[in-house]
């Protein structure tokens, strides 16, 4: 079965400093990778997505990832945060054989002071 | 507002009770998705339809039914349900699938407590 692993459930920073997230999935077939963002009591918003192409991803509010078939990583960054970006972010995966449905990571809450 | 509508926000119940979650979205999108978020797990996913039909059901209780009239509206009833069901239940939809698979736009979920 195919999986997402987020490796670390909690990552405190300062503000303006630089941040990464880190996702990792198990899969030898070609997949289609995502990134949300999830603010309190609020659904899930898409932060950006690699379907093909550039494996360098940009999204909104500043963010990109990187996709690395090798390592089988799509990891998250940020060259300066801000409080608003206090959030829990999820990775999440599809393949061709899955249709629609998307797996989700479980979650890197970011907590950003100042 | 993010096109995708869930209602109510919150719901508390008992485990006797029978209630239903109604999501709608009108983004043309032709697949809908419930998933369920509990504390410190994943997001589960729980029922997938595309174009109305029921495509995947995720071992999920059958205290829990869903039902999708048309492609804008997806509703989960709910029957004697257990206090482990409490949860966030999210809603969500999608077009296209592979590489024309665009994401997902979520709706803000309902925060279910049962007593």
């Known amino acids: 079965a195919q999986s997402v692993t987020q490796l670390d459930s909690q990552v405190p920073v300062f503000e303006e400093a630089p941040v990464e997230l880190r996702c990792n999935y198990s899969s030898s077939v070609s997949v289609y990778l995502f990134w949300y963002v999830q603010y309190p009591n609020q659904g899930l918003q898409l932060l950006l997505k690699?379907?093909?192409?550039?494996?360098l991803v940009k999204g909104i509010n500043g963010f990109e990832a990187e996709f690395n078939k090798s390592q089988t990583s799509f990891h998250l960054r940020k060259p300066s945060v801000h409080i608003s970006d206090t959030a829990e972010y999820f990775c999440?995966?599809?393949?061709?054989?899955?249709?629609?449905?998307?797996?989700f990571g479980k979650g890197t809450t970011l907590s950003v002071s100042s | 507002e993010t096109g995708v509508t869930q209602t109510p926000r919150h719901l508390v119940m008992g485990m006797t009770n029978k209630k239903s979650l109604k999501c709608e979205q009108h983004l043309g999108h032709n697949a809908m998705y419930w998933y369920k978020q509990s504390a410190k797990k994943p997001l589960e996913l729980m029922f997938v339809?595309?174009?109305?039909?029921?495509?995947e059901n995720n071992s999920v209780p059958s205290r829990f039914s869903p039902e999708c009239p048309n492609s804008s509206h997806l509703f989960l009833h709910l029957h004697t349900l257990q206090p482990e069901d409490s949860a966030l239940y999210l809603c969500a939809s999608s077009q296209g699938q592979g590489r024309n698979n665009y994401g997902y736009t979520f709706g803000s979920g309902t925060r279910l407590t049962v007593v």
């Open positions: 690699y379907l093909s192409g550039s494996t």
């Open positions: 999440a995966v599809s393949w061709e054989q899955a249709g629609t449905a998307l797996i």
């Open positions: 339809y595309n174009f109305k039909e029921q495509t």
